[in-house]
Nanobody, 116 residues
Framework: QVQLVESGGGLVQPGGSLRLSCTASGFTFRLAGLKWYRQAPGKQRELVAGIISVAGATTYGDFVKGRFTISRDNAKNTVYLQMNRLKPEDTAVYFC?????????WGQGTQVTVSS
């Protein structure tokens, strides 16, 4: 049974930082492509960042502009999203996604709220 469990969300002031974690089980983690998406109320889900299984190449949404970093620890079956210089418009539910052997899996999401 595949499981993706996100953690690390919360309330942070503008300009602050958070690190999201997503720990996976039920598939060969090191072979999976991993992504973080987010969805704000009334908006479509959008890609935040992705990291491939081989060589660890990364991609980011245009709005990230060097503020976020995605990384993975295959020994811990965990993907991270380090978010710095957070803005109120980063407020959303953040979801972890894994693609393995053509199947796509999602976590339950973790709320990030950026507010003073």
């Amino acid at each position: 049974q595949v499981q993706l469990v996100e953690s690390g969300g919360g309330l942070v002031q503008p300009g602050g930082s958070l690190r999201l974690s997503c720990t996976a089980s039920g598939f060969t983690f090191r072979l999976a492509g991993l992504k973080w998406y987010r969805q704000a109320p009334g908006k479509q889900r959008e890609l935040v960042a992705g990291i491939i299984s081989v060589a660890g190449a990364t991609t980011y949404g245009d709005f990230v502009k060097g503020r976020f970093t995605i990384s993975r620890d295959n020994a811990k079956n965990t993907v991270y999203l380090q978010m710095n210089r957070l803005k109120p418009e980063d407020t959303a539910v953040y979801f972890c996604n894994a693609v393995f052997m053509g199947d796509s899996y999602w976590g339950q999401g973790t709320q990030v709220t950026v507010s003073s």
